[in-house]
C-alpha cells in the first residue's frame, strides 16, 4: 500500500513502537555526520499544490515520513494520483472528481486543512472536518474560512463537518488581513488564490521559508504570486499551472537540523549536521554561539567540534522566546528546552504562539530537570541538571525528538514510548542517530 512504499509501517501496531535508548550519562562522544531530509513542513503544502495544476506533478527530497503517507492516502481518496517511492512523489489531479475529504484521516493530521483551499478553488466545493494533529494547543481555522468567505465562498457547519462552497462557482480575488500569523493559513489561502479569479492580498502573512520556496516553483509553472516570503503576498490568479516536467525539489527540514544541531551541542565529539540551509536556523546558531557552543556553519552544514572537552556546564543559559519567522520556531521550543536544563544558569522560556507547548516539560522533571512552569506560555529552567533514565510517552512529533536527545544525554536508560507522533515528522530517526553513536532500538510491540 502507499503507506509501505512512503518507507513507514502505519498500522494498529506501530502506535505501540518505542525506542529504547541508553543514555550517555553527560558523556559527549556522538561522532560523524547526519544529513538533514526533506522538511515535512515543505512537502504537505507542496503536495496540495498539484490540485493547481493540469499536468503531473514530481516532488523530489520527499521525506518518506507518516505524515507523507497519510496526505497520499487523503489524496488518492478524491481521485487524486499521489504516489510516493524513494524520496521522490508523482502527483496528478487529472482524476480530481470528489470535493470531500475523508474524516477519519484529515482528523489524523492537521495539515490535512491545506487541501481545503485548492479544493476549494479547483471544484468549487470542499467537504472537510476540523483537523486533528498535535496535542499542543487550541487549532482554530476561524481564518481560513473567514479567507474563503472574503473571496466568495459560503461556509456551513454541522458537527465538525464544514462544507464551503463558492457562491458563484469559482473563487475571486479578495484583500485580507490575518489577525494572526497563521503559516498553513498562509498556504492554503495562497494556494486557493491561484485559481481566484482576480487578485488576493494577504496581509500579516506568515514569511516562514517554504513558503517563498513553493510560490517560486508555482511563479516557474505559470502563478503570478508577489511578496511570499515577507508579510504581504500578492496573488494574480485564474488559470491552472503546468509544471512542463518541471520538478520540485522539498527544501531540507530545518527543524530536524536545528534539534540535530542541539543534539550534538549536547552530546557530540564532533558531528556535521549536513543537507542543511544554515540561513534557516540563523536564530538558533546565533543562540548557541553566544551560549559557547562551538559551532561553525558553511554553505550547506553546521558542525560542532569541541573534542567533547567542553562540559555542558560550562555554557551559558539565554531567555528563549518563541516566534513566527524568522524568530525561534515554536517547533525548536521542545528541544531547546532540553539544552537549557544542561547548561549553566536560569532560562525563561516563553512560549508565544501555543497554549499546551510545554507540557512536556513535566516529564523533564520526572527525568531530574528543574523547570518550574509560571503558566500554559512561560516556564523557568535552572540548570544544570543531571537527568536519569525514564519510561515516556511522546507526545508530539516535536516533543518527541526532544525526548530523545534527553534520553541521549541521560544516565541510564530510557523508554520513549507511542513513537508514531516522531514518525509523523522523522524519517527512520532510529536508524540515522545509530550512525552517530546514539544507542538507540525500535521496540515493536508486535
Ligand atoms: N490560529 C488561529 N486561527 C486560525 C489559524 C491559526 O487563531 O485559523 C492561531 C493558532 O491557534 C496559533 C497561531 O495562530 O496560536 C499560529 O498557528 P499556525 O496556523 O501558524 O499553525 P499551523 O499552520 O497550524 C504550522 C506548522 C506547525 C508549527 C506552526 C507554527 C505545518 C503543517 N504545521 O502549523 O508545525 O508549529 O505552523 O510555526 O506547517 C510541527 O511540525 O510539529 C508543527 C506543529
Known amino acids: 500500500m502507499i503507506a509501505e512504499r512512503a518507507g513507514t509501517r502505519y498500522n494498529a501496531g506501530i502506535m505501540a513502537d518505542s525506542f529504547k535508548i541508553m543514555g550517555l550519562g553527560g558523556k559527549k562522544s556522538l561522532n560523524g555526520s547526519i544529513a538533514v531530509s526533506g522538511a515535512k513542513n515543505a512537502v504537505l503544502p507542496a503536495m496540495a499544490s498539484a490540485i493547481l495544476f493540469e499536468d503531473e506533478l514530481r516532488l523530489l527530497n520527499v521525506p518518506g515520513i507518516e505524515d507523507v503517507s497519510r496526505m497520499c492516502e487523503l489524496m488518492t481518496s478524491v481521485g487524486i494520483l499521489a504516489q510516493y517511492d524513494s524520496h521522490t512523489c508523482r502527483l496528478s489531479a487529472s482524476g480530481l472528481h470528489l470535493h470531500s475529504l475523508d474524516e477519519g484521516i484529515g482528523k489524523r493530521f492537521r495539515a490535512s486543512i491545506i487541501l481545503a483551499g485548492p479544493l476549494l478553488a479547483r471544484l468549487g466545493k470542499v467537504e472537510f472536518s476540523h483537523p486533528g494533529g498535535d496535542v499542543i494547543g487550541p487549532r482554530p481555522i476561524n481564518i481560513f474560512l473567514d479567507g474563503f468567505e472574503k473571496m466568495g465562498a459560503v461556509v456551513s457547519e454541522q458537527g465538525g463537518r464544514y462544507t464551503v462552497t463558492a457562491a458563484e462557482g469559482s473563487l475571486k480575488g479578495a484583500d485580507m488581513f490575518f489577525p494572526y500569523i497563521t503559516v498553513t493559513g498562509t498556504e492554503t489561502l495562497m494556494l486557493a488564490a491561484v485559481l481566484a479569479k482576480g487578485t488576493t492580498i494577504l496581509r500579516n502573512a506568515a514569511m516562514e521559508p517554504e513558503i517563498p520556496d513553493l510560490a517560486n516553483y508555482l511563479n516557474a509553472c505559470g502563478a503570478d504570486i508577489k511578496g511570499a516570503g515577507t508579510s504581504t ?7 491552472l499551472l503546468r509544471s512542463k516536467g518541471k520538478e520540485y525539489r522539498i527544501p531540507p527540514d530545518r527543524i530536524e537540523a536545528g534539534s540535530f544541531v542541539i543534539l550534538g551541542a549536547l552530546a557530540a565529539d564532533s558531528l556535521e549536521v549536513t543537507n542543511c540551509e544554515p540561513e534557516h536556523i540563523a536564530i538558533l546558531i546565533d543562540l548557541l554561539l553566544r551560549s559557547g557552543v562551538p559551532l561553525t556553519v558553511s554553505k550547506n552544514s553546521v558542525s560542532i567540534h569541541d573534542n567533547g572537552k567542553i562540559p555542558n556546564r560550562k555554557f551559558k543559559s539565554f531567555t528563549l522566546r518563541t516566534h513566527e519567522y524568522p524568530g525561534f520556531a515554536t517547533d525548536l521550543q521542545a528541544p531547546m528546552v532540553v539544552y537549557l536544563t ?14 499546551g507547548r510545554l507540557n512536556y516539560t513535566e516529564d523533564l522533571v520526572k527525568m531530574g530537570a528543574d523547570i518550574t512552569v ?7 529552567v535552572k540548570g544544570p541538571s543531571a537527568l536519569s533514565g525514564r519510561e515516556l510517552e511522546s507526545p508530539d512529533v516535536r516533543a518527541g525528538l526532544a525526548f530523545i536527545i534527553a534520553a541521549t544525554v541521560a544516565k541510564g536508560e530510557s523508554v520513549i514510548n507511542n513513537v508514531y507522533h516522531v514518525d509523523r515528522g522523522y524519517e527512520h530517526i532510529e536508524r540515522r542517530l545509530r550512525g552517530i553513536g546514539v544507542s538507540v532500538e525500535r521496540v515493536s510491540s508486535l
Open 233 to 239: 503576498i500578492t496573488i494574480r490568479g485564474g488559470k
Open 342 to 355: 544542561q547548561v549553566a544558569g536560569e532560562s525563561l522560556v516563553f512560549e508565544t504562539i501555543f497554549e
Open 374 to 380: 509560571f503558566d500554559p506560555h512561560r516556564v523557568l
